[in-house]
């Protein structure tokens, strides 16, 4: 992986071709929210932990920029992201160090020395769905490293002819959802009761939607509203793209296996360019940016499959932990209680089965 010259003064890394956008802390501090609502409780759909050359965001990093949030975060989903896969063994296998590692991330969040909240309560890996019938084995070793968390599997499928908008670390072949050896490892999930997370641009939806409509009893989450896109080939289109990307949702949301998590709309693809500004861009500038695509989804798939995400540490290059809850708490101020606590917990705890204390 290429390292961004920022690196070694504590910049967040960028893959080959920026794909993250630096985490600029100085820059951060000038945007820095009270909570909105601090005592509403949130479940964080979608976060990662890694630890890269010069770019560490573990428990530590996590648990304060939780802290210094206000905002009153009793669990989260940890997302597959290539942390801390095994040095040796089989190679289909090595990919369980990531449940293994985060397992223990989690046992340290349930010992309750670090306040009540329960992070990394859900755990979602890999597992390379290509090995067909012989993803069996990974699958059940996943579950044996974290019989209690473990709960899905992400495979990028992520794919566009822009190859500038490729990330070297997760980029996949064309057509790769359609595979039929991809979809013979993809039917091993529901008998195991496991969830399929699903990274894509949102030109590759219709492609989803085909795989949701053959296989009707595997859950499917669309991470990040369907990857819309704004840069490269699509620059200067969003309009076009928005029309669109909304019809390929409301196709989608017609699969009832399928959710969608809210968020993720503060990486370099999606074109927002809000790391450009002077200052981070505040909670009401995100609310106002961010609306069209979260009502949309929320209007198809409507609150009991939705849930919100942060996406840390991807989305810290372009605003703070803070103003990205506010901003989801502001887009839903006139939504029902019941409808708030899907958006902002019930659903995430649902979907992903979270064992949580009472």
Known sequence: MTQSKNEGSGFAGQSGGGNYLAVRPDWLARGSEEALEPELPIIDAHHHLWDRQSWRYLFDEYVADIAASGHNVTASVFMQCQAMYRADGPTSMRVVGETEFVNGVAAMSASG????RRLCAGIVSHADLRLGDRVTPVLEAHITASPRRFRGIRHITVWDADRSLMNPLSAGPPGLLRDDSFRAGFARLAPLGLVFDAWLFHPQIPELTELARAFPQTTIVLDHLGGIVGIGAYKDHRDEIFTEWSRSIRDLARCENVCVKLGGLG?????????TRET???????CSAWRPYIETCIEAFGPERCMFESNFPVDKGSSGYGSVWNAFKRLTRQASSGDRTNLFSGTAARVYGLALPD
Do not use: C, H, K, V
């Not at 020395?113 to 009540?116: I, Q, S």
């Not at 990486?267 to 790391?275: C, P, S, W």
């Open 267 to 275: 990486m370099r693809i999606n074109g927002f360019d809000f790391e």
């Open 113 to 116: 020395n670090y306040g009540p």
């Open 280 to 286: 981070p861009p505040t909670s009401e500038i995100l």
